[in-house]
């Protein structure tokens, strides 16, 4: 959508209802694709399923930080409004998600729809989401050939601060696994039975425990999330019982989230992740660069570095990257 120098429709900002989704869907790819080209990358194909789901999750668990920008021709000759009482009809142009675990504040997404880019309009979704967490811990990621993104976060306090290696491909050859130390426990045998059974308080205390020592909060709606999109999760104990780690893959090639108590253990931990499925197509991490166990694993298993890297920023550490990898850019 384009106009006039002028005579550009007001924006009001929402919050984000599940019909507005698909909307959303479509800003997100017409955002990326913009941008991608501006920086050399060939147009993105529109694939809305695994990212509506993502959506639907945001919305579902933090539906207070997710608004839509709506922008409305018959409302031409008024002044931008905020809110939006009436649930009235419009075109979204752009929408923001962030989410709180805890102490943290995490920014999911925050795109506009080329055309309405350059008028403010993303550091008003930003400051409204970011009003009343004074308190929190503020992460985002961002792509790295973002100059504006980045400078606009960091104008809250959210600076760059670690790299993020997205690795993609299929392993050449065997991968080397667990040591013999180290027994991998599929969720799957944990979580038989009742849900108040041995099984499923024992992986959620693990999870729980482990999340907090690494990540620095518990997220077990995350984990309900990965659970529901058929993610694939191994607890790793010790020969004495102990949990020492966990980490998931799965039949379409995602890995992560890993988090381990030694970060020795993130190289095998890895391997046996590859090891454990084969994709329909090509693996593919998000890697922070202090996971150098991770990323030796799977350089090494001949996975390929993609090409701009991503960024983790905060205004105040809150995790220990050297022991966990995320689950996406948009939620850790």
């Given at each position: 959508?384009?106009?006039?120098?002028?005579?550009?429709?007001?924006?009001?900002?929402?919050?984000?209802?599940?019909?507005?989704?698909?909307?959303?869907?479509?800003?997100?790819?017409?955002?990326?694709?913009?941008?991608?080209?501006?920086?050399?990358?060939?147009?993105?194909?529109?694939?809305?399923?695994?990212?509506?789901?993502?959506?639907?999750?945001?919305?579902?668990?933090d539906p207070q930080g997710f608004l839509v920008a709506v922008a409305d021709a018959a409302d031409a000759g008024g002044a931008p409004m905020d809110a939006d009482p009436a649930g009235a009809g419009g075109q979204v142009v752009g929408f923001v998600s962030a989410l709180l675990r805890e102490h943290v504040w995490f920014l999911a997404m925050l795109f506009v729809q080329?055309?309405?880019?350059?008028?403010?309009?993303?550091?008003?979704?930003?400051?409204?989401?970011?009003?009343?967490?004074e308190d929190a811990t503020h992460a985002t990621c961002t792509d790295s050939a973002q100059p504006i993104s980045n400078a606009l976060y960091s104008r809250f306090g959210i600076m760059p601060r670690l790299p993020v290696l997205e690795l993609v491909g299929r392993p050449r050859g065997a991968v080397a696994g667990l040591p013999g130390s180290i027994r991998a426990v599929p969720f799957e045998l944990l979580r038989a039975g009742p849900s108040d059974g041995p099984g499923p308080l024992r992986l959620a205390a693990s999870l729980e425990r482990l999340d907090r020592a690494t990540l620095g909060y518990a997220h077990p709606q995350d984990h309900d999330y990965?659970?529901?999109?058929?993610?694939?999760?191994?607890?790793?104990?010790?020969?004495?019982?102990?949990?020492?780690?966990?980490?998931?893959?799965?039949?379409?090639?995602?890995?992560?989230?890993?988090?381990?108590?030694?970060?020795?253990?993130?190289?095998?931990?890895?391997?046996?992740?590859?090891?454990?499925?084969?994709?329909?197509?090509?693996?593919?991490?998000?890697?922070?660069?202090?996971?150098?166990?991770?990323l030796a694993a799977l350089l090494e298993a001949g996975l390929l570095l993609e090409d701009f890297p991503a960024l983790v920023c905060w205004d105040r550490p809150f995790a220990d990257f050297e022991r966990y990898v995320p689950i996406t850019l948009a939620v850790l």
């Open positions: 959508m384009t106009t006039a120098p002028g005579t550009e429709p007001p924006v009001r900002l929402r919050p984000a209802r599940p019909g507005d989704l698909p909307a959303c869907v479509g800003v997100w790819h017409a955002g990326l694709t913009e941008y991608g080209l501006r920086v050399g990358r060939p147009a993105m194909p529109l694939s809305s399923g695994p990212l509506l789901g993502l959506l639907g999750h945001l919305l579902a668990t080329p055309g309405y880019q350059e008028r403010g309009l993303g550091r008003r979704l930003l400051s409204r989401v970011l009003a009343g967490s990965l659970a529901a999109q058929g993610r694939l999760g191994y607890l790793y104990e010790a020969g004495d019982g102990r949990v020492v780690g966990y980490g998931y893959t799965s039949e379409v090639g995602r890995l992560g989230p890993i988090a381990v108590e030694d970060p020795g253990l993130m190289g095998p931990v890895t391997g046996h992740l590859l090891g454990s499925v084969r994709p329909a197509g090509a693996f593919s991490a998000w890697i922070p660069g202090s996971a150098s166990g991770a």
